[in-house]
Nanobody
Framework: QVQLVESGGGLVQAGGSLRLSCAAS???????MGWFRQAPGKEREFVAA????????NYAESVKGRFTISRDSAKNTVYLQMNSLKPEDTAVYYC????????????????WGQGTQVTVSS
């Protein structure tokens, strides 16, 4: 059983930065992990994923060059550094445990956190 708890969300001005954290209760060092987001009235969408070793990452086109996913296996934590934030990044951000690779489909993830709100003002 794995429990995931996101933190680090908040209100920030456009152009600002936030770092989200996802702390796991179970040991996740051998699992691929991902971040997704869901804006009001929109479907949940893929943001970024990282392999269990940290050696492979995958990003949505909309966040490439601005967001960085990383992990600290010793702390059982996954991070999402978000820079140059835009109002369109406003959403609830979720972390999830993957089942097979750094995939973009949410069906490839089996455990989810409760989410953390990120609001970017213009």
């Amino acid at each position: 059983q794995v429990q995931l708890v996101e933190s680090g969300g908040g209100l920030v001005q456009a152009g600002g930065s936030l770092r989200l954290s996802c702390a796991a209760s179970g040991r996740i060092f051998k699992y691929d992990m991902g971040w997704f987001r869901q804006a009001p009235g929109k479907e949940r969408e893929f943001v970024a994923a990282i392999s269990w070793s940290g050696g492979s990452t995958n990003y949505a086109e909309s966040v490439k060059g601005r967001f960085t996913i990383s992990r600290d296996s010793a702390k059982n934590t996954v991070y999402l550094q978000m820079n140059s934030l835009k109002p369109e990044d406003t959403a609830v951000y979720y972390c999830a445990k993957g089942t097979s690779g750094v995939k973009e489909e949410d069906g490839e993830y089996d455990y989810w956190g409760q989410g953390t709100q990120v609001t970017v003002s213009s």
